[in-house]
C-alpha cells in the first residue's frame, strides 16, 4: 500500500501508517473531544478535552496496532513468513508472506488478534471499574473498554476477510479435509456478511438518518471485495504450481541506469523500447527503484535535463529479487504489489523482471488452468 509512513520495528516487525490511519485518528480525536467527553462529564475547559481526547485517540491506536502485531508474532512463531504491519482507516493488516499448511496453524493466527483485542477491552474495563466517576479518565477509559470489545466481536464475524473469516476457513479446512471447498465457503460467507452490513448500513442511512450507516456500508463493500480477490489468489496459486518465474517474467529489460539523466535515459533507451517499467539499477547491477513512462511524462523538460534517473527512481522499499527458477506463487506472496512486482537475477545480472501486467495474465491463466 502506498502512501505510508515508517513507525520504526516492534520484534523485528516492520510497522507502517497509512496516511489514512492518520485521518482515522484525527476523526476520533475530533468525535471525543467535542462530543463524546463533554457529553459525558460537562463543565470543563476545552483544554481538558482535548488533551484526554489527543490521549485516547493515541491508545486506540496503539491497541489497533497490538491486535495486528499479535497475529505477526504468532504467525512468525509459527514459522510462516511475514512482512509489515499497516495501520490504515479500516484498522490493520498484516502481510503474510507464506500460507499456513495445517488448519491449526490457520486458526492459531487468526484467533490472536481479536483475542487480543477482547483482552484490553476487558483490561480498559476493570481499570474503569476502579477509577472516581465522573471524571474524564473514567469516560475515556470506558470508550477505549467498549471499541476494542467491539473490535475483537467484529472481527470474529464469520467471514473472509475478517479474522473470523479465516477462523471459520481453518474449521472448514479441518473438518472437510479440503482447502479448495473451505476457500470457497468463506468467500462465499465473506459475501453474505458483506451484503448483510451494506443493507443494514443502508437501512440505518435512508430510513434513521445515521450517517454513521454510511460507513457501515463502506466496511460491507470493503469485505465482499476482498472476499472475492483471496478466493482469485488462492485459486490462482494453485493454478501456478509447477511454472517458474522464468515462464512469467519478460526476459532482458531495458534497464535505467542510476548515473543517466532523465533525459539521456528518454532519448537512449525509453523512446526505442515497447515497455511501460524501467528497473533502475546501480553501478554494480543491483536494482534500486524503477521508473514509468507516466512517471516519465509527468516530469518538465527542464528537471529531466537535471535529474538524475538514481533520485526519480529511489524505490521507498527494497525491490524485490527473484530467480529465474523459483517457484511462480511466490510471485503473490504479497499483498502491496508496485508496477514493478520483482526483478528476476542470475549470475549476478537482472535477466527479466515481472510487471503488473504481466502477473495479471499470469493468473487469469492460472485461474482457468486451476477450474
Known sequence: MRGTLPLGTVAGIPVRAHWSALGLTALIVAALGSIVLPRSVPGLSPRQYWTVAVLAGVL???????????????????????????????????????????????????????????????????????????????????????????????????????????????????????????????????????????????????????????????????????????????TARKGLLGLTVREVMTPDPDLAPAWMTIEDLVEKVVLNSRQTIFPAVDAEGSPIGFLTLSTLASAPPEYRRATRVSKLAASRRPVRVLAPDDEAARLIERAAMDPLIAVVMDGGRIVGMVTGGDLDRILRQAVLRAR
Open 60 to 234: 486506540f491506536m496503539v491497541s489497533l496496532l497490538i491486535h495486528e502485531l499479535a497475529h505477526a508474532v504468532v504467525a512468525r512463531w509459527l514459522g510462516l513468513k511475514t512482512g509489515a504491519t499497516t495501520l490504515w482507516v479500516l484498522g490493520g493488516y498484516t502481510e503474510l508472506e507464506s500460507e499456513a499448511k495445517r488448519p491449526r496453524v490457520e486458526l492459531a493466527v487468526a484467533a490472536v488478534g481479536p483475542l487480543a483485542s477482547l483482552g484490553l477491552g476487558a483490561v480498559a474495563f476493570v481499570v474503569y471499574l476502579f477509577l472516581p466517576k465522573p471524571t474524564l479518565a473514567a469516560s475515556a477509559t470506558a470508550w477505549l473498554a467498549t471499541m476494542n470489545l467491539l473490535l475483537g466481536v467484529f472481527n470474529l464475524l464469520p467471514g473472509a476477510p475478517l479474522d473470523g473469516g479465516r477462523v471459520l476457513h481453518a474449521l472448514l479446512w479441518w473438518r472437510l479435509g479440503d482447502v479448495a471447498k473451505a476457500d470457497r465457503s468463506a468467500a462465499r460467507a465473506g459475501n453474505l456478511l458483506g451484503t448483510t452490513l451494506i443493507a443494514i448500513g443502508l437501512f440505518s442511512t435512508l430510513l434513521q438518518g445515521w450517517l454513521g450507516g454510511l460507513w457501515i456500508v463502506l466496511v460491507g463493500w470493503f469485505i465482499i471485495v476482498q472476499a472475492g480477490q483471496e478466493l482469485t489468489v488462492k
